[in-house]
């Protein structure tokens, strides 16, 4: 019996639900990049910001590439299951805040309606780093000519052209603009956002650009819950426990944190009911985020991958990699910048360690380790760089670098990375004794804010010549 709005009556008494209004009227958050991640974290923060004003809210969601979820979404009436692990027993709980999902390569008219709508306040993303298209060197150059040519084309292709098109007709039609949030794991995610959608609308319209710039919003955010992919043993499992089957169940820990900068262009939830903490300046806890919780994670993926471990909670428990991460996080991230008022830092790190070990989430390295390329910039160049401003070495850090270098080699079957060709090459043409130069020496393949000193690079051969045998 699958999950629908007609089986709802027949779910356990383990599931928690709440019951609201699904009014025509409700106002609405367009969500770019729905997946396991949004369902289990903006979906339960939206719902529970519903309970607690009784105000209608619900997402449109839009699938950039793949028709997958909603085929999971579709047939059960958008509903869907989020199951908390960790000590005792799993918590379920039914989310009824999706409106309908909407596959971008079927119907882009549909999804650049749906933004300009007036009932929508809001558009969200969760598209990864790839999906804005920054330049790591120059953050607010883009990367290929696409982003430009895409203005033109009838049929989008990325998050500029939908975005263009949608506020090319609110403007026209004397709509407000929008908050435009993004929720990936991308320093200063707002501030980029804005500074790359800009830069593309000038070039083609510089009156839609001054629109955009003047009545849209670009709040920077910081997101965390742990979300891995939901394996069909646990939709078995679920389905044998509640009483019906849910093709679009999702599983989590029970930890989640949202840190939204308080600039909004109009009406949003009550995100804050909900737990959420609207702030004046996301910086220190994104940095946080990034350089500690990512950080450590990228960390324990190559360092567990490379002895052949497969989740999370095995890396963890490993005496050494477990050891290095906690100096990774503590002495080395942690001191890589000032944190706001009040953050606990030694405090977090003692809870990201209790979350990484938490054998109720089988959380997968290799999942962790696709799109390192784009993500150890933020996660571990950037307190590599800090900390060689303060005089300061980073050791574990620089390991668990080595360690990637190695993921990266071309003989890995886990590798899921954008540059995989070209670091593959680059291994071929440089050799063992070359590569670290080749990536990270002067004019090297990984633009970065921290320039390797004669030590570092020393460090880094020394560990390749251990872990790449």
């Given at each position: 019996m699958r999950l629908s709005e007609q089986t709802v009556a027949a779910l356990g008494a383990r599931v928690a639900r709440l019951e609201y209004d699904h009014a025509d009227q409700a106002k609405q958050i367009v969500h770019l990049g729905m997946g396991a991640f949004t369902r289990a974290h903006q979906a339960v923060f939206t719902e529970d910001a519903i309970a607690a004003t009784g105000e209608a809210w619900r997402i449109i969601s839009v699938s950039m590439r793949s028709s997958a979820v909603r085929e999971q979404l579709a047939p059960q009436d958008h509903l869907f299951t989020v199951t908390s692990k960790g000590e005792g027993e799993p918590e379920t709980r039914l989310v009824r805040c999706v409106g309908d999902i909407i596959v971008a390569p079927e119907s882009p008219a549909t999804v650049v309606s749906a933004i300009a709508d007036a009932?929508?306040?809001?558009?969200?993303?969760?598209?990864?780093?790839?999906?804005?298209?920054?330049?790591?060197?120059?953050?607010?150059?883009?990367?290929?000519?696409?982003?430009?040519?895409?203005?033109?084309?009838?049929?989008?292709?990325?998050?500029?052209?939908?975005?263009?098109?949608?506020?090319?007709?609110?403007?026209?039609?004397?709509?407000?603009?929008?908050?435009?949030?993004?929720?990936?794991?991308?320093?200063?995610?707002?501030?980029?956002?804005?500074?790359?959608?800009?830069?593309?609308?000038?070039?083609?319209?510089?009156?839609?650009?001054?629109?955009?710039?003047?009545?849209?919003?670009?709040?920077?955010?910081?997101?965390?819950?742990?979300?891995?992919?939901?394996?069909?043993?646990?939709?078995?499992?679920?389905?044998?426990?509640?009483?019906?089957?849910?093709?679009?169940?999702?599983?989590?820990?029970p930890f989640r944190q949202w840190v939204i900068e308080n600039r909004f262009a109009g009406p949003r939830p009550a995100w804050d009911a909900a737990g959420a903490e609207i702030v004046a300046d996301v910086g220190p806890y994104e940095t946080a985020k990034l350089r500690m919780l990512n950080g450590a994670h990228s960390a324990l993926a190559y360092l567990g991958l490379a002895k052949g471990l497969e989740l999370v909670s095995q890396a963890i428990a490993d005496p050494e990699i477990g050891l290095l991460v906690g100096r990774l996080m503590r002495d080395e991230a942690a001191a890589s910048f000032i944190p706001a008022p009040g953050q606990d830092l030694a405090a977090y790190a003692a809870s990201l360690e209790a979350r990484f070990t938490n054998p109720a989430l089988p959380h997968r390295l290799a999942q962790i380790a696709m799109d390192g390329s784009q993500k150890i910039p933020q996660r571990w160049l950037a307190t590599l760089a800090d900390r060689q401003a303060q005089g300061l070495s980073s050791p574990a850090t620089l390991k668990a670098l080595a360690a990637w270098i190695v993921h990266v080699r071309g003989d890995n079957p886990y590798v899921s990375d954008p540059r995989a060709r070209t670091m593959a090459a680059a291994w071929q043409t440089a050799g063992r004794d070359g590569i670290v130069q080749a990536l990270f020496g002067e004019g090297g393949l990984i633009a970065s804010p921290w320039q390797p000193t004669a030590d570092d690079l020393q460090r880094l051969q020394d560990h390749l010549d251990t872990m790449a045998d």
């Open positions: 009932r929508t306040h809001i558009v969200t993303l969760t598209v990864t780093e790839k999906g804005y298209h920054l330049s790591s060197a120059h953050p607010d150059e883009a990367r290929d000519p696409l982003l430009y040519d895409d203005l033109a084309n009838a049929v989008p292709l990325t998050i500029y052209g939908f975005l263009a098109q949608a506020l090319q007709q609110r403007m026209t039609d004397g709509l407000p603009g929008l908050t435009i949030l993004s929720c990936d794991n991308l320093a200063e995610n707002g501030t980029r956002l804005k500074h790359m959608l800009l830069k593309v609308l000038a070039s083609a319209d510089p009156a839609l650009a001054d629109w955009c710039e003047t009545n849209c919003t670009f709040p920077c955010s910081m997101v965390d819950r742990i979300v891995p992919a939901t394996q069909p043993g646990d939709i078995d499992a679920l389905e044998a426990r509640i009483g019906v089957r849910d093709e679009a169940a999702v599983f989590t820990e």
